[in-house]
């Protein structure tokens, strides 16, 4: 979360970035603003947490849930996978290393040239497609599965596009298993420390978080869904929710990515994993 009493660095600083509303934000206004901050914000990101998110591993999410030993997408060799959200495409080159022809999309060309020299160093290539996932420029029914990983859901103003965007690209009975910010961390201001603890917001409303400019606009925008919310717009799609998984923090896990801590973590879940079945 932007502290406009601290002298903005890195992205925010790049941006303009001024000051938090909390105020309606259209989908093009979302998509401009989210593009723009990605890009500006990819060499930061990948400096402080690519070391985590390795070259070619499956992270789920902070807690450290690894795809290797989850197996929420089952037996991956010789299927087709498209991860949504796929930033410099770690989870994409994990699926290509197992057997599947994965398919990475990203809205943010700046991730995607990570992604590019990750595919370079490490010999494996996925395909990366820039693309805002609530229109995907792929085929119906060309994928067994689709994923992921803290990408994209957080971050469009229409969670219902997305989800029937990714029903459409799917086969009959194909996954959909993706990982969110739990809902419930909504309510707690982003802050790994004491402060973090102390509800300030109300977990029902649904106002963006929005960083702007000088001039009002947005530099960055994020959406809260209640866990209601996920379950009536999975539904409306055509999917049926299979498992939900809440990681628990895991014992001796002492890395702090943003508002993630041992200290929250062991109060409250920090992540949600929605795994669920097209019909």
Same mark, same amino acid.
């Given at each position: ?6 002298? =903005? ?8 970035? #001024?000051?938090? *509303?909390?105020?309606? $934000?259209? +989908?093009? /206004? %979302? @998509? ?106 792929? =085929? ?8 992921? #990983?803290?990408? *994209?859901?957080?971050? $469009?103003? +229409?969670? /219902? %596009? @997305? ?117």
């Amino acid at each position: 979360m932007f502290d406009s009493s601290i002298p =903005a660095t890195g992205a925010e600083a790049r941006l303009g970035t #001024a000051g938090i *509303a909390h105020r309606h $934000v259209e +989908s093009a /206004e %979302a @998509v401009a603003a989210n593009l723009a901050w990605w890009d500006a914000d990819a060499d930061d990101y990948h400096a402080t947490h690519g070391e985590f998110l390795g070259d070619a591993d499956f992270v789920w999410c902070p807690e450290g849930v690894r795809e290797s030993e989850a197996g929420l997408l089952g037996d991956v060799a010789g299927t087709d996978i498209l991860e949504i959200g796929c930033g410099s495409a770690p989870c994409a080159r994990w699926l290509t290393a197992n057997g599947a022809r994965a398919v990475g999309v990203d809205l943010s060309a700046g991730m995607l040239r990570h992604g590019v020299a990750a595919n370079r160093r490490t010999g494996i290539h996925p395909a990366l497609v820039q693309a805002n996932a609530e229109r995907l420029p792929l =085929a119906e029914a060309s994928f067994d599965a689709a994923c992921s #990983a803290f990408g *994209a859901v957080p971050f $469009v103003s +229409s969670i /219902e %596009a @997305v989800f029937a965007e990714v029903h459409r690209v799917l086969r009959p009975g194909g996954r959909w298993v993706f990982a969110v910010t739990h809902p419930l961390r909504w309510i707690f201001p982003d802050d790994p420390g004491p402060s973090g603890l102390t509800v300030t917001q109300p977990y029902f409303d649904r106002t963006p978080y929005v960083e702007v400019d000088d001039a009002g606009r947005a530099t960055y925008v994020e959406y809260h869904r209640t866990l209601g919310d996920f379950v009536r717009a999975l539904h409306g799609a055509g999917f049926v929710i299979t498992d939900l998984l809440e990681p628990e923090w895991p014992a001796g896990h002492t890395r702090v990515w943003g508002q993630w801590s041992p200290l929250r973590g062991k109060l409250f879940p920090g992540t949600a994993i929605f795994c669920c079945r097209r019909d």
